[in-house]
């Protein structure tokens, strides 16, 4: 005796899904087109934020990776996979639209972000640094960088 599966409505779910995925995504991060490019003393949110993101030998100033580091790692990237899954469970479900779930997870991604740079990140400012902002803790001083990260769905 054969078993047949009726595998129409995982087709017709690729088929909508895949067509309506085709070209979406999410960036997160200090974007130029939401502020990013503002110039204030001289350099831009995106030039601060890859002088800490990389460090600068130039200048002294050590990498201090609050991006890459709220993303990679097994911790996160479980974190990710449970998100991932929970998105796409809701788009399977028709309980949200591929924009909605690419609006959540970009959400989340700034919120990692975010959460991170406020727990501390390593290595803690020099002494003359925390002479001068009166705080160890780096990247934290005026919320500038941390108001400029965010996210932006791409279609």
């Known amino acids: 005796m054969d078993v047949q599966i009726n595998d129409k409505r995982w087709r017709e779910l690729v088929a909508k899904?895949?067509?309506?995925?085709?070209?979406?995504?999410?960036?997160?991060g200090v974007?130029?087109?939401?502020?990013?490019?503002?110039?204030r003393d001289g350099i831009t949110m995106i030039e601060l934020a890859a002088i800490h993101e990389f460090g600068s030998q130039a200048a002294g100033?050590?990498?201090?990776?609050?991006?890459?580091?709220?993303?990679e790692g097994s911790t996160s990237e479980?974190?990710?996979?449970?998100?991932?899954?929970?998105?796409i469970k809701g788009v399977?479900?028709?309980?949200?639209?591929?924009?909605?779930?690419?609006?959540?997870?970009?959400l989340w991604g700034v919120s990692r972000i975010k959460k991170g740079i406020k727990a501390g990140i390593d290595p803690a400012n020099a002494d003359s640094t925390v002479a001068k902002k009166g705080s160890s803790k780096p990247l934290v001083d005026t919320g500038r960088l941390l108001n400029a990260i965010n996210h932006k769905v791409e279609s």
């Open 92 to 106: 399977i479900e028709d309980r949200m639209t591929p924009d909605q779930a690419l609006e959540m997870l970009g």
């Open 17 to 28: 899904i895949g067509k309506e995925m085709a070209n979406k995504g999410v960036r997160v």
């Open 61 to 71: 100033i050590p990498e201090r990776s609050f991006i890459r580091s709220a993303f």
């Open 78 to 87: 479980h974190a990710q996979r449970i998100m991932m899954g929970k998105t």
């Open 31 to 39: 974007l130029a087109e939401k502020g990013g490019n503002e110039d």
